[in-house]
């Protein structure tokens, strides 16, 4: 089964958590990496510090861009993304568990368009935020991984994604990026499908 989009949904603690998962991936990915982490709306430096943790490219998500294999892309702050025709949409709908963007919001995109191709990871976080969403991408054939709560700073996220996911695969942290690429293998590097 060829998986073609990672999207991963973190929020307190979420750096450094993100940070370990960048580093220990390598340098080309089979999977386009979707990071979707809640953070105030005037905080613009998330991009730069992420590109320093893995020594890859890491962009924020623009509108109508086309989602490649082998990219790592970051929700902007104060919009949501959603996934639509294999490109990027962003939104200033209304904050959602008082988030913009909101992780359930990406997740249900992602699993309506990549369905048995996505897989949805939800790691460490202060609220539900995501747990909607990673059981959308199972209803759609997906797969859905939760970082160990137990790794996690605040296990708060993981706990309730676990509760509405129960057959999700629990990881702990630092074994995440290599699950990964064992679940979505290097394919050939170019745009990701539908």
Do not use: W
């Amino acid at each position: 089964m060829s998986r073609d989009i990672v999207v991963v949904g973190v929020s307190a603690g979420g750096l450094d958590a993100v940070c370990t998962i960048l580093k220990a991936l390598p340098e080309k990915l089979g999977f386009a990496l979707l990071i979707v982490q809640h953070r105030s709306k005037d905080s613009n430096a998330l991009c730069e510090v992420l590109q320093t943790c893995g020594g890859r490219p890491v962009r924020e998500g623009v509108d109508k861009e086309e989602i490649e294999v082998g990219s790592v892309y970051l929700a902007p702050a104060d919009y949501h993304l959603f996934v639509d025709g294999g490109h990027i949409e962003l939104s200033v709908d209304a904050p959602q568990f008082y988030s913009r963007p909101s992780i359930d919001l990406t997740f249900e995109s992602v699993a309506d368009e990549y369905r048995s191709r996505a897989i949805g990871l939800v790691m460490t976080g202060a609220n539900r935020d995501g747990a909607r969403g990673l059981r959308r991408i199972v209803d759609r054939g997906g797969l859905a991984l939760i970082q160990d709560p137990r790794s996690a700073e605040v296990p708060v996220m993981p706990l309730a994604a676990i509760s509405e996911v129960p057959s999700a695969e629990v990881v702990p942290l630092e074994k995440i990026a290599k699950r990964l690429c064992e679940l979505a293998p290097l394919k050939t590097e170019g745009k990701s499908k539908r």
